[in-house]
């Protein structure tokens, strides 16, 4: 993956996930490291989907897409805060509006930018 990508990849993936979440509420449950009950294949799943979520976060960092001072443990926690506003809101007019607003939290800002809208 170029570095030009590995923002844009990261947050996709967010979205996608957020978006698809309450067919695939096992998908976000696995990022998460929620503790729901699990088989011991699935355990090795999600394990591997935290690793490859680490990964394109860690990527999208590097490439200044993602604040220096998150790790996976925050990233994974934003992920069901996500979730909590775009259902709580269920804005059908702006789909995934909350889940973005929510994501933004994990880009850097330029202190000198105007804020954004």
């Known amino acids: 993956m170029r570095t030009d990508e590995a923002g844009p990849a990261f947050f996709t993936f967010l979205t996608r996930m957020t978006d698809q979440a309450d067919a695939k509420q096992d998908l976000a449950d696995a990022i998460a490291g929620s503790a729901v009950t699990m088989g011991s294949a699935t355990q090795q799943l999600a394990a591997d989907l935290r690793e490859t979520f680490a990964a394109l976060l860690t ?59």
Do not use: E, K, N, Y
């Open 59 to 117: 990527r999208a960092r590097q490439a200044g897409a993602v604040r220096a001072d998150v790790d996976a443990a925050d990233a994974r926690a934003i992920v069901p805060a996500a979730l909590t506003a775009r259902r709580r809101r269920a804005d059908t007019a702006r789909p995934g509006r909350l889940a973005a607003l929510v994501f933004d939290c994990l880009r850097p800002h330029d202190p000198a930018a105007p804020p954004r809208r």
